[in-house]
Nanobody, 124 residues
Framework: QVQLVESGGGLVQAGGSLRLSCAAS????????MAWFRQAPGKERDFVAA????????AYADSVKGRFTISRDNAKGMVYLQMNSLKPEDTAVYYC?????????????????WGQGTQVTVSS
Protein backbone atom coordinates (compact mmCIF):
# COMPACT_ATOMS: atom_id res chain seq x y z
CA GLN A 1 0.00 0.00 0.00
CA VAL A 2 1.26 3.48 -0.89
CA GLN A 3 -0.19 6.82 0.16
CA LEU A 4 0.58 9.87 -1.96
CA VAL A 5 0.41 13.57 -1.07
CA GLU A 6 1.10 16.26 -3.68
CA SER A 7 2.27 19.80 -3.00
CA GLY A 8 3.81 22.75 -4.80
CA GLY A 9 0.95 23.91 -6.97
CA GLY A 10 -0.04 27.55 -7.29
CA LEU A 11 -0.58 30.51 -9.57
CA VAL A 12 2.20 31.47 -11.98
CA GLN A 13 2.50 33.68 -15.04
CA ALA A 14 3.07 32.22 -18.47
CA GLY A 15 6.75 31.47 -18.99
CA GLY A 16 7.30 30.84 -15.31
CA SER A 17 8.25 27.68 -13.42
CA LEU A 18 6.89 25.50 -10.64
CA ARG A 19 8.12 22.33 -8.98
CA LEU A 20 5.54 19.84 -7.81
CA SER A 21 6.38 17.32 -5.11
CA CYS A 22 4.76 14.00 -4.27
CA ALA A 23 5.46 12.48 -0.87
CA ALA A 24 4.96 8.72 -0.79
CA SER A 25 4.57 6.59 2.30
CA UNK A 26 5.03 2.84 2.27
CA UNK A 27 8.10 0.68 2.65
CA UNK A 28 7.93 -0.61 -0.91
CA UNK A 29 7.87 2.81 -2.60
CA UNK A 30 11.22 2.24 -4.28
CA UNK A 31 9.77 -0.65 -6.29
CA UNK A 32 6.85 1.36 -7.71
CA UNK A 33 6.51 2.95 -11.09
CA MET A 34 5.45 6.59 -10.63
CA ALA A 35 3.68 9.10 -12.83
CA TRP A 36 2.09 12.53 -13.02
CA PHE A 37 -1.28 13.11 -14.64
CA ARG A 38 -3.36 16.27 -14.99
CA GLN A 39 -7.00 17.10 -15.37
CA ALA A 40 -8.41 20.38 -16.62
CA PRO A 41 -12.04 21.36 -15.89
CA GLY A 42 -14.46 19.37 -18.02
CA LYS A 43 -11.71 17.21 -19.50
CA GLU A 44 -10.35 13.73 -18.97
CA ARG A 45 -7.32 13.01 -16.82
CA ASP A 46 -4.27 13.00 -19.09
CA PHE A 47 -0.81 11.53 -18.82
CA VAL A 48 2.02 13.99 -18.22
CA ALA A 49 5.16 12.06 -17.26
CA ALA A 50 6.31 8.75 -15.80
CA UNK A 51 9.46 7.35 -14.22
CA UNK A 52 10.53 3.78 -13.55
CA UNK A 53 11.36 2.38 -10.12
CA UNK A 54 15.07 3.17 -10.32
CA UNK A 55 14.67 6.57 -11.91
CA UNK A 56 16.75 5.66 -14.93
CA UNK A 57 13.95 5.75 -17.48
CA UNK A 58 11.33 8.41 -18.10
CA ALA A 59 8.48 9.12 -20.50
CA TYR A 60 6.67 12.35 -21.34
CA ALA A 61 3.56 13.51 -23.12
CA ASP A 62 4.44 15.33 -26.33
CA SER A 63 2.81 18.50 -25.00
CA VAL A 64 5.33 18.80 -22.13
CA LYS A 65 8.45 17.23 -23.62
CA GLY A 66 11.42 19.57 -23.26
CA ARG A 67 9.64 21.72 -20.66
CA PHE A 68 8.87 19.30 -17.80
CA THR A 69 11.21 16.94 -15.96
CA ILE A 70 10.17 14.07 -13.69
CA SER A 71 12.56 12.76 -11.05
CA ARG A 72 12.49 10.72 -7.88
CA ASP A 73 14.45 10.29 -4.66
CA ASN A 74 13.75 6.81 -3.32
CA ALA A 75 15.66 7.46 -0.10
CA LYS A 76 13.31 10.33 0.72
CA GLY A 77 10.18 8.75 -0.74
CA MET A 78 9.68 11.69 -3.11
CA VAL A 79 8.75 12.23 -6.74
CA TYR A 80 9.09 15.62 -8.40
CA LEU A 81 7.82 17.35 -11.50
CA GLN A 82 9.85 20.39 -12.53
CA MET A 83 7.74 22.50 -14.87
CA ASN A 84 9.39 25.25 -16.91
CA SER A 85 8.13 27.58 -19.64
CA LEU A 86 4.60 27.13 -18.37
CA LYS A 87 1.69 27.92 -20.68
CA PRO A 88 -1.96 28.74 -19.89
CA GLU A 89 -2.92 25.36 -21.34
CA ASP A 90 -0.92 23.69 -18.56
CA THR A 91 -3.58 24.86 -16.10
CA ALA A 92 -5.05 21.79 -14.38
CA VAL A 93 -5.14 19.75 -11.22
CA TYR A 94 -1.98 17.65 -11.18
CA TYR A 95 -2.07 14.15 -9.68
CA CYS A 96 0.68 11.82 -8.57
CA UNK A 97 0.12 8.11 -9.26
CA UNK A 98 1.87 4.87 -8.34
CA UNK A 99 1.69 1.17 -9.09
CA UNK A 100 4.04 -1.74 -8.45
CA UNK A 101 3.10 -3.58 -11.65
CA UNK A 102 3.88 -0.95 -14.24
CA UNK A 103 6.78 1.00 -15.63
CA UNK A 104 6.30 4.12 -17.75
CA UNK A 105 2.62 3.34 -18.31
CA UNK A 106 0.54 6.18 -19.80
CA UNK A 107 -3.01 5.11 -18.99
CA UNK A 108 -5.02 6.07 -15.91
CA UNK A 109 -6.17 2.47 -15.56
CA UNK A 110 -2.59 1.27 -15.06
CA UNK A 111 -2.25 2.97 -11.68
CA UNK A 112 -3.91 1.85 -8.46
CA UNK A 113 -2.72 4.59 -6.11
CA TRP A 114 -3.46 8.31 -6.46
CA GLY A 115 -2.90 11.48 -4.53
CA GLN A 116 -5.54 14.13 -3.90
CA GLY A 117 -4.12 16.51 -6.50
CA THR A 118 -2.64 20.00 -6.48
CA GLN A 119 -3.93 22.94 -8.54
CA VAL A 120 -1.66 24.62 -11.07
CA THR A 121 -2.93 27.81 -12.67
CA VAL A 122 -0.95 29.59 -15.40
CA SER A 123 -2.08 33.11 -16.26
CA SER A 124 -1.50 34.67 -19.65
Amino acid sequence: QVQLVESGGGLVQAGGSLRLSCAASGRTFSSYGMAWFRQAPGKERDFVAAINWAGGSTAYADSVKGRFTISRDNAKGMVYLQMNSLKPEDTAVYYCAADHRVSLARSVASYDYWGQGTQVTVSS
